[in-house]
């Protein structure tokens, strides 16, 4: 059955209308449906709800940066990077399109404050963390970039699309749904018999919560000729990556945001953070974190839908990791214990 796409089109608005035509039009022509705020260019909170609602309904988010940051939320923030954070938390599969030199851009499409600025690099920076990403020099680059890379996307990561609703209940789509039904099954089956094989592991001399484990990755700081790369290490303790992480599980996150939220917590804390910026965490030191909070029993890994329709695995507390959370994350009173002093007889 034919299906269309929702793909969300993000980006600073006035400095690329011409770029943001040229990906709309190449959308349309591969007969997907464009969403944007062509109709509302300027940002507000209550747009950003709103914007937040329209994510929800996309099967893919498509991301446009050239020189500009672009209006800023009260804490510095720029909306375009607060709908790319939203669409990381939701799982949708992100492609990203980066001006390939930004300092080449014209002034009036370039920051020229350098605080804006130095936020454009971080955020450059972090789009490019842990994904492949396409960079261009001029808006007749996009619409050949978006063709390949969309058409690689869907099928890769296969969405959830529309329909008209008149063919909605043909024989195909209930057989679609269907099989869909018995591959969730399977894979929930699978999840408990692996989390049940866990529980029944007897593990030996696991290592307590206060020993360390040394992480490693890679920063990013801008020289001559560019941005270059640098590895940094930061040994923390298991309680203290557990700390970085656990409040942000109350509600599932997946594995890209957990690698990305654990990685800058603990790069801040190395040596390195006065050199440059977080780029990535060793994915190998990140499969042992994970490996080692399901053998103590703090986290629940479990495969499952995206908003967007798209499958990806997701984070959540166990009640004994809730448990320590509490532990080591609330504030404790610092008001001195007034001893109960008997009267003389």
Aim: a negative charge.
């Amino acid at each position: 059955m034919e299906k269309r796409y929702q793909v969300f089109v993000s980006s600073t608005y006035t400095d690329l209308i011409e770029e943001r035509q040229q990906v709309i039009k190449a959308l349309l022509e591969m007969d997907c449906i464009p969403a944007g705020m062509e109709l509302f260019p300027a940002a507000d909170e209550e747009q950003l709800k709103f914007i937040k609602r329209v994510i929800d309904d996309c099967d893919y988010y498509l991301l446009i940066i050239g020189g500009k940051y672009g209006s800023t939320t009260p804490e510095g923030i720029s909306f375009t990077e607060k709908e790319y954070d939203y669409a990381i938390e939701k799982g949708i599969k992100v492609i990203a399109f980066l001006h390939e030199n930004p300092d080449n851009l014209p002034t009036e499409r370039s920051e020229t404050e350098p605080e804006l600025k130095k936020r454009l690099m971080e955020f450059r920076d972090k789009v490019m963390s842990g994904r492949i990403v396409k960079f261009w020099k001029s808006a007749n680059d996009l619409p050949g970039q978006v063709v390949l890379s969309l058409t690689h996307s869907i099928k890769m990561y296969p969405a959830v699309g529309w329909i008209r609703a008149n063919r909605a209940a043909s024989e195909e789509l209930l057989n679609e749904i269907n099989n869909l039904r018995k591959e969730n099954e399977s894979f929930k089956k699978m999840i408990e018999e692996l989390q049940g094989s866990i529980k029944k592991t007897e593990i030996r001399d696991i290592a307590s919560l206060d020993e360390k484990f040394i992480m490693h990755g890679d920063y990013s700081y801008r020289g001559y000729g560019g941005v270059n790369y640098q590895e940094w290490s930061y040994g923390a303790t298991w309680e203290e990556i557990f700390a970085s992480i656990s409040p942000y599980l109350l509600e599932p996150h997946n594995e890209d945001s957990v690698k990305n939220i654990i990685g800058n917590a603990l790069f801040s804390k190395s040596e390195s953070r006065t050199y440059g910026k977080f780029s990535s965490l060793n994915d190998q030191d990140f499969r042992t974190i994970k490996v080692q909070f399901m053998a103590l029993n703090l986290i629940n890994s479990q495969y499952a839908p995206t908003v967007s329709g798209n499958m990806a695995t997701f984070w959540t507390l166990t009640p004994k990791g809730k448990g320590l959370m509490l532990q080591i994350r609330t504030i404790k009173s610092k008001k001195s214990i007034v001893q109960y002093k008997a009267p003389e007889q």
